[in-house]
């Protein structure tokens, strides 16, 4: 997301995703008309590629598409961003919605739709991620989300359940990705220099973490580094 606060006058770049051409083009007829930019893809695959560059401010994301589905294309979107994202799902497909909003959509709009319900919905969300990405201190890295502000953690946007001393220690790995971080450097940092308790606490932990989201979601998070530590790594 971009963190810049002078963007309030920048055109915001709205993504349409959609393979009725002509509810694509009419929607995007009338967001250029509401001053956004507009740019739109026919089928799963560029939709997802220009999903990917994270350049869109809101994501309009039809979910029976040819190519990639919607709800996968969500899941992937979901790894590294936070990009608030409508679905647009065809009448009474109740499974659709709550699978997208457990993926992390923002909100839903069943075809066919009022436009200005739709422009109205984009206003407010667009609102609140404006608020929210001055506010919230958000961290992404291989498909984690953790925002520290809400105590929140998600992997590939499933809540995980973490306690505190968990949650504090994945968040400084992840706030040092990339970067070993040695048992001394991560106890004194999550349980403080004071702790004076055993060193392997620390271990103990990553396997807390290990179990609740490598195991659990069959990921590989967190990378030992045999006689140093551990390490969150990142491409
Ligand atoms: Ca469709």
Known sequence: MKKD?????????????EDEEKIARF?????????????????????????????????????M???????????????N?????????????VMDKVSGLDMGADDYITKPFAIEELLARIRVILRKSAVTETKTHVLHCSGITLDSDRFKVTYNGVPVELTAKEFS?????????????????????????????????????????????????????????RGVGYVIKED
């Open 5 to 17: 606060t002078e963007r309030v006058n920048d055109m915001q770049k709205i993504l349409i995703v």
């Open 27 to 63: 929607v995007e007829l009338e967001l250029k008309h509401e001053g956004y930019k507009v740019e739109k893809a026919f089928d799963g695959r560029k939709g997802l590629e220009l999903a990917e560059s994270g350049e869109h401010d809101l994501i309009l994301l039809d979910i």
């Open 65 to 79: 598409l040819p190519g990639i589905n919607g709800i996968e294309i969500l899941r992937r979107i979901r790894r």
């Open 81 to 93: 961003s936070n990009v608030p994202v409508i679905m647009l799902t065809a009448r009474d497909a």
């Open 169 to 225: 220690l994945l968040q400084t790995l992840m706030q040092n990705k990339n970067i070993v971080m040695s048992r001394d450097t991560l106890l004194a940092d999550v349980w403080g220099y004071d702790y004076l308790g055993e060193t392997n606490v620390v271990d103990v932990y990553v396997r807390y973490l290990r179990q609740k989201i490598d195991e659990k979601f069959g990921a590989k998070i967190i990378t030992t580094v």
